[in-house]
């Protein structure tokens, strides 16, 4: 590495810094989400500042469930994108409370009548 000693923190001190276990900083990179930008003498990954603002972004977004292909967008420019993904994913959110609250309340609904005739009709298929 033309004679200069890498610096940047490896995959285990990202884990204790941020709190982002391994396991998703490798799936970050298997998802091409995040490339650590060096490598050191033996052959790790080290991880600058930069990359590890972006771990923690990439991790936000998982923790917001915002899909895979929406986090690249993000993490391209996260100024540009993140506030418009972010109004995209509450509109994902809601959609999906929605249903939730159907389903939940249908099957409460099932719960309370499960002697009832409409109950038997449908176990008796």
Not at 44 to 52: F, H, Q
Not at 54 to 78: F, M, N, S, T, Y
Not at 102 to 116: D, G, I, P, S, Y
């Amino acid at each position: 590495m033309n004679g200069l000693k890498a610096k940047g923190k490896t995959i285990g001190e990202v884990e204790k810094l941020t709190g982002i276990p391994k396991r998703e900083l490798k799936y970050f990179i298997e998802q091409r989400l995040l490339q650590p930008s060096q490598k050191s003498e033996s052959g790790y990954w080290l991880y600058s500042g930069e990359d590890i603002k972006r771990a923690r972004l990439a991790a936000l977004c998982r923790e917001l469930d915002i899909p895979v292909r929406a986090i690249r967008v993000i993490l391209a420019d996260p100024s540009r994108h993140w506030q418009q993904e972010l109004e995209r994913q509450i509109i994902r959110l809601t959609d999906r409370a929605v249903r939730t609250e159907a389903q939940l309340a249908h099957a409460e609904a099932l719960r309370l009548n499960w002697k009832t005739e409409e109950w038997a009709s449908l176990i008796s298929l």
